[in-house]
């Protein structure tokens, strides 16, 4: 049985607290899923320059945030690790030509734990998070997942955290509810159509093909995890569409299943 890979917005903490439909909808997507033995996350708030894999014996819940409300900072999602899957994903991504070092992390940053909390709140399902290489493209991240999607095959769920649309300079706090800008949803209507289409090509090269792509997305980090779970879901790997729905204008909570076409996957 082989796991699907996903890709979920993460939003901000406040998806916790404040009623946005996201939530629920990360439960049943888990629900729907057969109980991992591992969760790999990769999250846009561990940037490295090179690729590394945290190993941590049990994760200290890092709340990366400030000025919001007080109930988000009382959040505690205590996972425990897998130092030895950490070890076995560094090695099969310096295989792969990707060099990639294991190194001592126990803080799991909120893109990682946000979408956890909601989808396995009892924090039992041993987590291991890979950090995003900013400079480095959507053509890496997505062979990092390509490198892993083995892992699909071992009970390992492999998870990209967030946003399929992501300028916070254009973001409007004052309603999580406001309009939502056509140069946002037109990008996230591009993005759902070639991910649908299984059109690899055309995804990486968004930066040049799609509407809007760099008003969206000044910097790329919380787009790249996108193209990690694209990568793992293996050749062939098309896209389901979980949920859809956008935060504040300017971000769009899309979440996305991956699975690979000839291969008997996990209902």
Do not use: C
């Amino acid at each position: 049985m082989t796991l699907p890979t996903l890709f979920v917005s993460h939003g901000a903490p406040t998806v916790l607290v404040d009623g946005d439909p996201a939530r629920p909808a990360w439960g049943r997507i888990a629900a729907s899923l057969p109980r991992p033995r591992a969760i790999v996350v990769m999250s846009p708030h561990w940037l490295t320059s090179a690729p590394r894999v945290a190993s941590a014996q049990r994760h200290r819940t890092l709340h990366d945030f400030a000025g919001f409300p007080p109930a988000l900072y009382a959040f505690d999602y205590a996972a425990p690790g897998d130092p030895a899957l950490a070890a076995a994903i560094a090695a099969r991504l310096a295989a792969a030509g990707l060099a990639a070092e294991a190194v001592r992390r126990d803080d799991i940053d909120h893109g990682a734990w946000v979408p956890l909390l909601s989808m396995y709140p009892a924090a039992d399902v041993p987590v291991v998070q890979l950090a995003v290489q900013p400079r480095l493209g959507p053509a890496h991240h997505f062979a990092l997942g390509r490198a892993l999607a083995g892992l699909r095959d071992e009970e390992v769920l492999l998870l990209g955290s967030g946003a399929l649309t992501h300028n916070l300079r254009e973001v409007q706090p004052q309603s999580r509810t406001a309009p939502v800008p056509a140069w946002v949803s037109e990008l996230a209507d591009w993005l759902d159509d070639r991910l649908a289409a299984g059109d690899a090509g055309s995804l990486l090269d968004y930066r040049r093909l799609a509407p809007h792509a760099e008003r969206n997305h000044p910097t790329e980090e919380h787009l790249l995890p996108l193209f990690f779970a694209l990568g793992a879901a293996g050749k062939g790997g098309r896209a389901t569409r979980e949920h859809a729905g956008f935060a504040y204008g300017a971000v769009a909570m899309h979440a996305y299943s991956f699975r690979t076409e000839g291969h008997r996957e996990a209902a």
